[in-house]
């Protein structure tokens, strides 16, 4: 990552919510910073205050203090460089697949024939060859989630957003979508910001990880993970890896609820 | 169910049906001024049919029905679409709203010919009343239905009220748009003949109340079969619309639930 800039800059980040019973402090002195190109992952219990980060970054929700950069703009509200990718897939069943990757440019309208070429690109990119005049029922879960990724990158963001992607499917095709998302990042080097509470899918995949514990949401520490790419699946069992998994652990051991 | 479809049974329980009837009637020496025997209903139905009676009065109601429908469901779509886009207009229009959907629509009939003549725009008119309601609260649950991971989706890219209104909420709404519509065309159909019935000079239910008044029975329940096609050739029209409409729409598999509101009036 050396001599890159930052794409996301966030200092002393704050988000209150207002109830009928008072306010409820979410998220408290939030600072990062993630690199052109680099893929940073956020670890923490459910609860902790990670979907509210995400949706500040996105601009869907405002902060109550601090700043929140993209290439050093602040961000007020939504913007058009920025991809999301959610929990659920968050297909459009009346559109095609290829239809649904190309929300964003229909939205934004940008060039169609243009980017229908990358649209079959990324399609291709996400081994969904071939499927793109299907519906997006008539696709497993892992595949939509896969739909969701290129519609993610159609509109070449700045970066991307990724908000437990994959919490909500099985084991073993959570393995594979993590693996292939290595792959894809490895091939185009996009700047990810991902969201999990899972401590292995983390350290898995990033660069950096950036341990969040609840009430109010903090970043208690930033881990490094400097683990050779491409990592195997098997890289679990190096020694390497568990250390790391232990090191962020301990942060939770007094507070459970967070997978290994 | 499957190993129970058996079209010849079908029938042959229909024509059971029609001879036990023409038998009881034969053997027990009804009137035909109070129950005429399916033969007497077929031969009106045949007369009818060959003097063209029938095909000149289906027109004028079938008009009447198609202009109220039409008239009902856009004036419904509009202000339901102001209702679920504004909390304003919500907050001032749902008093007269509930009141007006509260009171029997057909109860309105007498003053609406009294307003508009005896001629086609008081039967339009009644018949858009009656058809209004069910694709107003249609339209206003259906445009509130958006999912809202979907909004967030949509917003997150900076998309502005317009689009998430013409990409996402109106096509969420259609499942409920389109049952609103198979519900607004049978009341169509009811608005007209009651507003018919009150004061006409043409129409099936015109028809229907001018033989009632001859005794002319069987000539009655011939127009009474011609107005049950004629509602399930219109529902049919609608069903094959939503099926070409709703293909990604998994309750479709299912029978709609407008069914079951249907049989209401």
Not at chain 1, 213 to 236: C, K, M, Q, S
Not at chain 2, 122 to 147: H, Y
Not at chain 2, 202 to 225: H, K, P, T, W, Y
Request: charged share 20%; net charge positive; aromatic share 8%.
């Amino acid at each position: 990552m050396a001599g890159s800039a930052e794409v996301i800059a966030v200092k002393g980040l704050r988000k209150e919510y207002e109830t009928p019973r008072g306010s409820v402090l979410a998220l408290d002195e939030i600072e990062f910073n993630v690199a052109e190109g680099e893929f940073v992952a956020i670890v923490g219990p459910s609860g902790c205050g990670k979907s509210t980060l995400l949706k500040i970054l996105a601009g869907l929700l405002p902060a109550t203090r601090g700043e929140v950069k993209l290439h050093s703009v602040s961000i007020t509200g939504p913007r058009r460089d920025i991809g999301v990718v959610f929990q659920s897939p968050v297909l459009f069943p009346w559109r095609t697949v290829l239809d649904n990757v190309l929300l964003p440019v229909d939205v934004q309208k940008l060039d169609r024939e243009t980017s229908r070429a990358r649209a079959l690109e990324l399609l291709a990119v996400v081994g969904l060859q071939g499927f793109e005049h299907r519906y997006p029922w008539e696709l497993s879960g892992g595949m939509q989630q896969r739909v969701a990724i290129s519609r993610g990158l159609i509109h070449n963001p700045a970066m991307l957003l990724m908000d437990e992607p994959f919490g909500a499917l099985d084991a073993m095709t959570r393995e594979g979508l993590n693996l292939e998302l290595q792959r894809i990042w490895l091939e185009r080097r996009e700047t990810v910001l991902f969201i999990t509470h899972s401590i292995a899918e983390a350290v898995f995949l990033a660069d950096r990880v950036l341990v969040m514990t609840p009430r109010p949401g903090r970043i208690t520490e930033h881990v490094p993970v400097a683990i050779p790419r491409p990592r195997a699946l098997d890289v679990i069992s190096v020694p390497e890896f568990g250390g790391i998994v232990r090191r962020i652990r301990a942060h939770f051991n007094a507070r459970g609820g967070v997978e290994a | 169910m499957k190993g129970l479809r058996n079209p010849a049974l079908r029938l042959a329980l229909l024509l059971a049906s029609l001879a036990l009837w023409e038998g009881a009637v034969r053997l027990l020496r009804i009137p035909a001024f109070i129950l005429p025997a399916p033969s007497q209903v077929g031969a009106a139905l045949y007369r009818g049919a060959v003097s063209g009676i029938y095909l000149q009065h289906l027109w004028i109601t079938l008009a009447e029905t198609l202009l109220g429908f039409a008239l009902g469901s856009a004036v419904a779509f509009v202000i339901g679409t102001a209702l679920a886009a504004s909390r304003a207009v919500e907050y001032f229009l749902y008093p007269y709203i509930v009141m007006f959907q509260s009171m029997p629509k057909v109860a309105l009939a007498p003053l609406v010919v009294v307003w508009f003549g005896l001629g086609l725009t008081s039967k339009v008119v009644s018949a858009a009343l009656i058809a209004f309601f069910p694709l107003l609260v249609n339209t206003v649950v259906g445009l509130r239905s958006a999912d809202e991971d979907r909004v967030d989706l949509m917003r997150s890219l900076a998309a502005n009220q317009m689009q998430i209104f013409w990409m996402l909420r109106l096509p969420s709404a259609l499942p409920f748009i389109m049952a609103g519509l198979e519900v607004a065309m049978v009341f169509s159909l009811v608005g007209a003949i009651v507003a018919e019935f009150v004061g006409a000079e043409a129409g099936l239910g015109m028809l229907i109340q001018s033989r009632n008044f001859s005794m002319d029975v069987a000539g009655e329940f011939a127009v009474l079969l011609i107005l049950a096609v004629m509602g399930l050739a219109l529902n049919a029209v609608l069903v094959s619309i939503r099926r070409r409409v709703l293909f990604w729409d998994p309750s479709q598999k299912a029978e709609s639930n407008a069914a079951s509101i249907k049989g209401g009036l």
